[in-house]
Every structure is written in structure tokens, then in C-alpha cells.
């Protein structure tokens, strides 16, 4: 008997917690099967089982094995919510938020994102920091924000680190500090998070926050250009003009450069144009 056979024959008997490893395992695993997850999912969250509950709103919320139903999904994430389930309390949270599929009430939703950061939600945390960033449902403070920023990034959340990089990186109106910008953006930037790699190579370029150092500046342009950020790849197409952290290849800059022009950067544009026609003249 296979485990899904296995899964199924014990859910069939009721018990709720089978039922939801059995539609996590139709939702997850292949053979995929969202309906017969969602089945599932509803038989537990049916039961009081808060995890199928919130998988259950989430499935509802996505249209995902099921017809899409706002208003059913927050039902659900709220009786989850209530239970203690911290990502339904976090879903619950941002459609109060912003106002998806229920009247927006920024003051509950700031209630819902305090419950799910108490027990660790690192995007709570980081949802709670944007509201102190931006004075959304409460009075705007820049201490507070970077303290709930800290919590997310310190519980591994790529973006809390991308935006402590921002803040002390002078990008917010918030007194610059190089070095622990250039910290926070390398964190983020190690994860892969295309814009503080573009922004870690500048660090590297001017040597804000960390030894300057052009190799290192060239090396963090060119991994967020293969991800395909523009102004990565208007920067690197500098580097290969100048000679700068590379060796100079004015072929290397004309592609580059033509990646960022292709994505809108009108700078790109105008270095195209003049080195196309250097190119020509040589």
C-alpha cells in the first residue's frame, strides 16, 4: 500500500489530522491534485483543525482547486486566527490591511499582525514595520521600524534585511550609516535579493560602509544583471566601458547597456548610442 493509500484509508475513519497530511500531500506532492486537497482541507478545518483552516482560506483566497471566494477564505483564516494560527493571522491582517474582500481596518490589522510577531512570524514582524515606516494606521516612527525590521531579518526574512539596507543606506529620510547598511545589504544580497546586490555592488564601487573594492563591486552588479535588473545592468555595462572591477570589452558594455535599454533605462539608451558609434569609428 502506498502512503497516500495509506493517508487515505485513516482519513476516511475521521481524524483530522491524517486529513490534512493527506490534502497537504495531494496539495504538495505529485501527482498533485488541489480538489482532493481542498476536500480534505475543508473535512479538517470542519473538525476545528486550525492549520486546514488557514490552508483551506488560502486555497479559497487563490481560487486554487476551488472557485475563488473571498469572503469565504477570511472566514476561514479568521476561526484559524482566532485558534492562534499565526499565518492566519497574518492573512487576516493584510486583507483588514488593504482592505480585500472586507471593510479595510488598519487598527485590526496591526491587532492581527501583533499576534502572529508574538509568536515569531518574521513577516508579520515585517508587515508591522512597514505600517511604523509609512504612518499607516499608526503615528510614523522611524525607531520602531527599524526595530521590527531587525526582528524579521534577524528570523531570516530577505526583505526586512533589504529594507534595514535601505534605511541606513540614506534611500529613506533617515540618517545614513554606511556600515550597517552595507551589513544588512550583504545579508540580503548573499540570499539573492536582486536590489540589494545591485546596491552592495555600489557600496563596493564607493566604498560606503566597506573597503572599496572594484572587483567586488563588478561581482555584485553582474549577479543581480543575470537576475536581470536594469540598473545592475546599465552599471555593469559602465564597469565594462570604463574598466572598472573588469577588463575594459566594449562588447561587453554594448550588451549590457542594451539589456538596460531594452528594460527602459534611458540612460543605457544614451551610452548605447555613443558607444555603438565609437565602435563604428574604431
Not at 130 to 146: D, K, P
Not at 160 to 180: C, F, N, Q, V
Not at 209 to 218: F, I, N, P, Q, T
Request: proline share 1%; glycine share 10%.
Amino acid at each position: 500500500m502506498s502512503r497516500r493509500s495509506d493517508l487515505l484509508s485513516k482519513a476516511r475513519n475521521g481524524d483530522a489530522d491524517v486529513q490534512f497530511e493527506l490534502a497537504c500531500d495531494y496539495d504538495f506532492e505529485l501527482p498533485k491534485d488541489r480538489r482532493r486537497a481542498v476536500y480534505w482541507y475543508r473535512k479538517a478545518a470542519e473538525q476545528g483543525h486550525a492549520e486546514s483552516q488557514n490552508h483551506l482560506g488560502e486555497c479559497l483566497r487563490d481560487g486554487a482547486g476551488t472557485q475563488q471566494s473571498r469572503q469565504e477564505a477570511l472566514a476561514w483564516f479568521r476561526r484559524a486566527a482566532e485558534q492562534g494560527n499565526a499565518d492566519a493571522q497574518v492573512s487576516l491582517g493584510a486583507a483588514l490591511f488593504y482592505g480585500k474582500g472586507i471593510k479595510k481596518d488598519k487598527t485590526e490589522a496591526l491587532s492581527w499582525y501583533r499576534k502572529a510577531a508574538r509568536r515569531g512570524h518574521d513577516s508579520a514582524q515585517l508587515n508591522i514595520g512597514h505600517m511604523y515606516r509609512c504612518g499607516e494606521g499608526v503615528t510614523q516612527n522611524w525607531n520602531r521600524a527599524i526595530i521590527w525590521y531587525r526582528k524579521a531579518a534577524e528570523n531570516g526574512h530577505v526583505a526586512a534585511m533589504h529594507w534595514l539596507g535601505r534605511i541606513y543606506g540614506g534611500h529613506e529620510d533617515y540618517p545614513t550609516d554606511s556600515k550597517r547598511a552595507a551589513h544588512w545589504l550583504r545579508q540580503a544580497a548573499d540570499q539573492g535579493e536582486v536590489q540589494s546586490q545591485c546596491s552592495l555592488g555600489v557600496c563596493y564601487i564607493n566604498g560606503d560602509g566597506v573597503e572599496r573594492d572594484l572587483k567586488m563591486g563588478a561581482y555584485w552588479y553582474r549577479m543581480a544583471a543575470l537576475q536581470g535588473d536594469e540598473w545592475a545592468c546599465y552599471l555593469l555595462g559602465q564597469c565594462y566601458r570604463d574598466g572598472t572591477g573588469v577588463i575594459c570589452n566594449a562588447r561587453w558594455a554594448r550588451h549590457w547597456f542594451s539589456k538596460a535599454s531594452s528594460q527602459g533605462v534611458i540612460e543605457a539608451r544614451k551610452e548605447l548610442t555613443q558607444l555603438e558609434r565609437h565602435m563604428r569609428e574604431a
